[in-house]
């Protein structure tokens, strides 16, 4: 039992990984229709950025949260400006590979900045070991869930309660109708982009002092799609609950199974999904009309 | 026209074929090449070795070169990606026609880039990744100096074992490739010989840093020996969730966690992990090779200086020392020929003396077994150089 | 300007081309290619073979990507089953060279009818992120399962002959190349021209149309994912045989990735952009090295040792920059040319 519950319990820590940065991706899809490569890369920039403040600052992890989320909105707002915006109109696919471009060129920026070497991150949070209900954890774990479950509440209330959350809603169902009633939909689309950068800021963050500060952590964000893909691109509560099951999934065969399982794991758990519902879990069925 | 026709398709393809004879030499230089690591996530252990070769050849030139000739060092990048491996060798020998290589950055890369040095018969040394699949079979010019890590994590566990393991299960972690391979085998051999209760065997892929389910399972099993075969972040991420699950542990690593910037990651678990490395990484060795080296280098550089930078540096020294050997008439062949002689090469301290006269052409074997100091944040020698 | 335009046959309105100018330069270039091993250095050979290959592989990701319009990413597992079936019959049951291609191709060919099956209902994205899952997944079996693929040693892929010739190296290996990236090219132009290839493009641009007017969507999609892979399947025999030894790790997700840029930066959709495409990003990291190192005033040296991670900035800051000025893609952009040549001096 205390096996089968070591195994949950770090499958949902990763798992809660997985879903603050596919949350980040679902916000994008969602108001811009467009899938942002890059979000990996981001998390990985946001969390050296943290890095760097919390070297130069000495802050503990509460002010540093409150610090990194206005400086990565910032630079979301930069990067949508600047290699977005410019697009605007184009096919889907184009903006697609752009956000591909710009996945490389962060990728080598960090490494030219911050050098290639892996860090050791603590984003000032205590690390003396915490025991729950038997089951021990580092508190940085327990802060990424509670993160997690913080991010997706706050979501929800802002595009259900708030006036730009109204309207990202808005430009997410037909953009036309949305100009049409008086949405700045470019405004909407760089708000976007400014959130789901906080979001991945607070990831980013988290998962550094989870796991490793490195160069290589932009793989986190494709391994973060499966999750995404599961909850179903345009929702945003799927794409945690699609993080956390994959999280618990591969945690549960690698342990169980093993044979590197947890690698496929999660894939093939997308894969026998999608069969059965083609646009994730809660995903919204597009209608096509003819 | 068939004749034409003909002699046009014998000219087509005849026409890759010439090749100068011995290339890379002149009267006043002869070139080296490195094929290294120097962008992507793993670049800081092709920059350490660049700098290997770097201060390596400033010494030799400052001391006169080769027999008067300036040593050039080449240096490509491949990203640790075996298919640029095999373009940047490509381009080392067809574009800068370099007489000999000495960086061959990880073992796939060097196994990707080997079929060019048969055909080239260039005079190689491998120090980086002497993994055995190098030397088995072995390649007339390659010359391989380093130990394998079945024979580090034998070393390791064997050190453990005589000043006493603690009661338990003796588990292992390690990749699922050709390297993780040889760190199970090291391991198999020491478990059956000391007749250690075996815990689980477990494999993961490269690049992984959630390692949660390995370290329940072995948790699970009692295990209280721990072969970690886990480098830089992966290593330290499997000491930490073995301190989340206050185990208490003895744990044996690859020598990639020798080098400072992995120290710095695995400190804070605060486990007194050991590693085994072919080259010395602290003594009065290693300082006489900095003081020599500040001449040479910035300061920013001195402070990368690793193991990685040693083996580089012994391998462009022994490669060095044979071309000098060859005297004037310097080419390929002599130049295998004089390796093939070296016997006992003094390396200053940093390594047990390098022979390549043996079949393998295989040196350095001989492993050091080094243990990290949570308290004093350094590594002590726990053994000197020896053969298992 | 051509005026005066008249087609009287059937055959051709299905040609090509019809203008002898345009046959007239198709037939020098492909002169200067057959004759490009008595100029070029042996290096810029194992480039060009290097630039065919992606050809071949991204000239096949258009017929699913570009032509049916089944987004995949799984082009990396693909290549690595046709290397894996060529590598595997060439150095360990030494079947000759002019089967394992083929046989690399089959391989690929079976698999992505795995991959294509699950895939029916899927659209979008979540096409794309399957067909990324079987790429995973094909390259962890083949990790595993040691006993046939050697799993983490590895495979040395050597004894290639054809006619007497070791393809795999210097001329007889460009001329096996070019060899595979013409007869892809054809096949996949000829296809297009057929009702397969007008099924494909239906399949495109509204596919529940299609399903309307009677195209079955079933068999035409597991059309274009079998005669995809099956190229694709070749492309990867053909690394196999320049590369002379894989594993596993050479198959990384960047090749996937790479294959769609080149179709996308050329031009989704048509085979002359996905060629340009895949040319000019071979050629790409080449290019920037050269450029950097004729940096003047020693700029080169004075970046040290950062000019290799500028210029991988570099490649993708310039993906960026064309794909910002020529949505179309370099097929947007030799399309331009064209007509300002041909139009020159009116304006339209």
């Known amino acids: 039992m205390q096996f089968f519950l070591l195994l949950t319990s770090t499958g949902l820590v990763s798992g809660a990984a997985y879903g603050l940065i596919a949350i980040g991706f679902t916000l994008i899809y969602k108001s811009t229709g467009v899938v942002n490569f890059a979000q990996g890369e981001l998390v990985m920039l946001t969390a050296y950025i943290a890095f760097s403040l919390a070297q130069w600052l000495g802050l503990s992890f509460l002010p540093l949260v409150a610090l990194t989320i206005p400086i990565s909105m910032a630079l979301g707002l930069a990067l949508e400006r600047v290699f977005i915006r410019p697009m605007l109109g184009e096919p889907t696919f184009a903006i697609v590979m752009v956000t591909v471009g710009l996945a490389v060129i962060l990728r080598g920026l960090t490494i030219l900045i911050w050098g290639s070497e892996p860090f050791n991150f603590t984003a000032g949070m205590p690390t003396r070991v915490v025991v729950l209900a038997g089951v021990p954890f580092y508190p940085a774990q327990l802060w990424l869930l509670a993160a997690l479950a913080i991010v997706v509440v706050a979501v929800w209330l802002f595009l259900k309660f708030s006036r730009y959350g109204v309207a990202m809603r808005a430009a997410a169902g037909n953009e036309t109708a949305a100009l049409l009633v008086g949405v700045d939909v470019s405004e909407i689309h760089a708000l976007a982009w400014m959130i789901s950068s906080a979001i991945a800021a607070i990831a980013g963050l988290l998962f550094a002092a989870n796991f490793k500060l490195a160069p290589d952590m932009w793989f986190q964000g494709l391994k973060s799609f499966p999750a995404a893909i599961l909850g179903g691109l345009d929702s945003i509560g799927g794409a945690a609950l699609g993080g956390l099951i994959i999280g618990v999934i591969e945690s549960l065969s690698q342990g169980y199974i093993g044979e590197g399982m947890r690698e496929i794991a999660g894939f093939i758990v997308i894969i026998v999904v999608l069969m059965a519902r083609p646009f994730g879990l809660f995903g919204s069925r597009e209608i096509e009309r003819v | 026209m068939r004749t034409l026709l003909a002699s046009c398709a014998a000219l087509l393809l005849v026409s890759g074929a010439a090749r100068a004879a011995d290339p890379g030499v002149t009267d006043t230089e002869v070139e080296v090449g490195d094929v290294n690591i120097m962008t992507g996530p793993a670049a800081f252990v092709g920059k350490g070795f660049s700098l290997g070769s770097k201060i390596a050849a400033a010494e030799i030139n400052a001391a006169g070169g080769i027999n008067g000739r300036k040593l050039v060092v080449i240096t490509e990048d491949d990203g640790y990606i075996p298919s640029r491996s095999f373009q940047a060798l490509t381009k080392l020998i067809e574009v800068d026609h370099i007489f000999a290589l000495n960086g061959t950055s990880g073992t796939a890369n060097v196994m990707a880039m080997m079929p060019l040095i048969t055909d080239n018969n260039l005079p190689t040394v491998v120090t980086e990744a002497p993994a055995s699949l190098v030397y088995n079979p072995v390649r007339p010019s390659v010359f391989t100096f380093g130990a394998n890590y079945a024979d580090a994590f034998y070393a390791q566990l064997k050190y453990i074992h005589d000043h006493g393991a603690k009661d338990g299960a003796w588990g292992i972690i390690r990749q699922d490739d050709d390297f993780g391979k040889e760190v199970e085998q090291g391991f198999d051999r020491a478990s059956k010989e000391f007749g250690a209760k075996m815990g689980p065997a477990l494999r993961f892929k490269k690049g992984t840093s959630n390692f949660s389910a390995e370290l329940a399972q072995m948790k699970e099993a009692g295990v209280t020996v721990l072969a970690n075969g886990g480098i830089f972040a992966g290593a330290a991420n499997i000491l930490a969730e073995a301190r989340k699950l206050d185990m208490d542990i003895q744990s044996a690593g690859v020598w990639s966690e020798g080098i400072p910037a992995s120290a710095r990651l695995s400190a804070p678990a605060g486990y007194d992990f050991m590693v085994a490395d072919y080259v010395s990484l602290v003594g009065p060795a290693n300082d006489k090779f900095k003081a020599m080296a500040k001449q040479f280098v910035s300061d920013d550089e001195l402070a990368n200086i690793s193991r990685y930078t040693y083996v580089s540096y012994i391998g462009l020294k022994t490669l060095a020392h044979a071309m000098s050997l060859c005297g004037k008439d310097l080419t390929r062949a002599c130049t295998i020929e004089k390796l093939r002689g070296l016997k006992d090469f003094d390396t200053g301290g940093l390594s047990a003396p390098v022979s390549f006269d043996n079949p393998r052409q295989l040196s350095g074997t001989a492993v050091g077994v080094y243990q990290y100091d949570v308290k004093a944040k350094a590594f002590k020698a726990l053994t000197g150089f020896q053969q298992y | ?348």
Not at chain 3, 212 to 235: N, P, T
């Open chain 3, 1 to 348: 300007m051509r005026t005066g335009h008249f087609r009287e046959k059937p055959g051709q309105l299905i040609a090509l081309s019809d203008s002898r100018t345009v046959w007239g330069w198709t037939l020098a270039l492909l002169v200067a290619l057959a004759l490009a091993p008595l100029v070029i250095s042996a290096y810029g050979l194992t480039l060009m073979v290097a630039a065919l290959i992606a050809v071949v592989g991204a000239i096949a990701l258009n017929i699913l990507t570009g032509q049916t319009g089944l987004i995949s990413l799984g082009q990396a597992g693909f290549l690595s089953v046709g290397a894996y079936a060529n590598g595997i019959l060439l150095a360990d049951y030494h079947v000759p060279v002019w089967i394992t291609i083929p046989a690399g191709g089959a391989a690929a060919s079976l698999v992505s009818l795995l991959v294509g099956v699950p895939s029916l209902r899927l659209k979008g994205l979540y096409l794309a992120i399957t067909t990324l899952a079987f790429a995973f997944i094909v390259n962890h079996v083949i990790l595993y399962a040691e006993p046939v693929t050697h799993g983490p040693n590895g495979l040395f892929v050597n004894g290639a002959r054809l006619f007497g010739f070791n393809v795999q190296k210097g001329p007889p290996l460009y001329y096996l190349a070019l060899a595979m990236a013409l007869a892809t090219l054809f096949a996949t132009l000829n296809l297009s021209r057929t009702r397969i290839g007008r099924a494909w493009m239906a399949i495109r641009d509204h596919d529940i149309a299609a399903r309307a007017m009677g195209i079955d969507l079933v068999r035409y999609k597991l059309l274009a994912f079998v005669i995809s892979s099956f190229f694709v399947g070749i492309a990867g025999a053909l690394m196999s045989l320049q590369l002379r030894f894989i594993n596993v790790d050479v198959f990384a997700l960047n090749l996937s990735i790479e294959a769609i840029a080149s179709i996308i930066f050329g031009g989704l959709g048509s085979v002359a952009g996905a060629t340009l495409g895949a040319v000019f990003l071979s050629f790409l990291p080449e290019a920037l090295r050269l450029s950097f190192a004729a940096l003047p005033f020693g700029g080169a040296d004075l970046l040290g040792n950062n000019v290799y991670e500028i210029r991988g900035i570099a490649y993708g800051v310039i993906i960026v920059l064309v794909l910002r000025f020529k949505p179309d893609g370099l097929i947007g952009m030799w399309r331009d040319a064209r007509k300002y040549w041909s139009q020159w001096p009116l304006a339209y």
